[in-house]
């Protein structure tokens, strides 16, 4: 019997249960009473939610743990995820005034046990606000799109979500790898919106099973909150082959159900250094993978990753080769993956953005020997979508009017990964669940204005 034979799909699921403990109550209140409570605390500067955090903590201290997850989620539409998934250590737990003595208050931590207890609890935090008249379409259901909805539901306004998969939730729900925010979490914040009286369309791709000009004719203002497409080609030979994936439908494989063994003791190579691209490596060890290598062009300076997936990486023993591109997947001839051909680089002298442009360098071809490969390049945009609201864009980023998030189309808004270029900012959950919030508020200022001026 192989290993393949020996490990039961049961097992897999296991690998794919949540790592990180959760505080236990002595834990959470011993931790809440170590706060300062800081008088314009830097941990709320640096969350780009605003979260009050050291409210919410002594909300905790105090036992007050609804009042607590509704400090949080009302700053935070999507803030029980963002206690799993925001880099805290770059974040409110990297500006603790405690770092400079002790240990920094896990913010993180304590975010999630107070929004776990909401959950538990089945509490019901927000209630709609009184009608306006006015609707709203909000096209997407990530992280951004439900926290424009959950803010103009509150604010009044009739809110319909339009989102192109089976579930909302987006990156939180399908692209976020389970063993770091399991779906339920995103679930109940769906919830949380829907108890608004949002209504969120699901299977409903728009451009598809809607047009985007009866969308424009049947509501007050529309949100863009589209996000971002399929991770592109690489653009060699071999990508056809059985054994390549593309790393965005490969994690969301293993948060739909549809785990399987085929990468029991085999060997994988994920193309690319970003977040996804170390989702998509820790992702096929707990499928049971012998050996999976990351292979990046760049040197670790300029991967994209955040240090503590990188450190995950390595404790999950994935092989880094940097300055190294692939050429071509070779076949086993019968159509599946055998091997990939690579070539070393060395970096140019930096160009006008700042980056070092990699360079082959000659000669140095090798091969790996290899049953799987993982594109994790970044991500495509949708950019006939756009094309076809009006908006101006370049490259699928949406062009906003300066201090604001609307678009160059009349009553069109837009947020989240599809306002995010280079040097544009980072795409994180928390500055989508951000953006989100503060388009919801610049559309209610637009609506009530109209309601004014015709009142």
Known sequence: MNKAERISLHQLEQNFEEI??????RQAIEEANRCLYCYDAPCI??????????????????????????????????GASCSRVCPTEELCEGACVLNHSTSPILIGNLQRYATDWAI????????????????????????????AARELAILGHSVTIFEAKEKAGGMDTYGIVSFRLPQSISYWEIQ????????????????????????????DAVVLAIGMSEVPKLGIDGEELDGVYD?????????????TKDLI???????GAGNTAIDAATCSVRLGAEDVKIIYRRSIDEMTAYDFEYEFAIHDNVDFQWLTAPVRIISDGQGRVSAIECIKMILSEPGDDGRRNPLPL???????EIDAVIRAIGQSRYISLLE????????????LIPDSYKTTCDKVYACGDVTFGKGQGEAMVVSAAQQGKLTAYEVHKSLAGEVTATA
């Open 20 to 25: 990180e403990p959760a505080l236990t109550n």
């Open 192 to 219: 949380q919106v829907k108890n608004l009286d949002v209504e969120i369309r699901t299977n409903t791709a728009v451009g598809t099973d809607i047009a985007p000009k009866a969308i424009l004719d049947n509501y």
């Open 265 to 271: 003791g085999k060997k994988v190579a994920v193309i």
């Open 388 to 399: 076809e609201f009006g908006v101006e864009q370049r490259g699928g980023v949406v062009k």
């Open 362 to 368: 000659q000669g140095s071809e090798f091969t790996l």
């Open 120 to 147: 538990s609890n089945e509490a019901i935090l927000f209630k709609a606000g009184k009608k306006t008249g006015k609707k709203v379409a909000i096209i997407g259901g990530g992280p951004a799109g439900l926290s």
């Open 247 to 259: 790393a965005i439908s490969f994690v969301e494989a293993t948060k739909t159900g549809t785990l």
């Open 45 to 78: 500067k640096a969350c780009p939610t605003d979260i009050d955090i050291p409210s919410f903590i002594k909300k905790i201290a105090s036992g007050n743990l609804k009042g607590s997850a509704k400090t949080i989620m009302t700053a935070n539409p999507v």
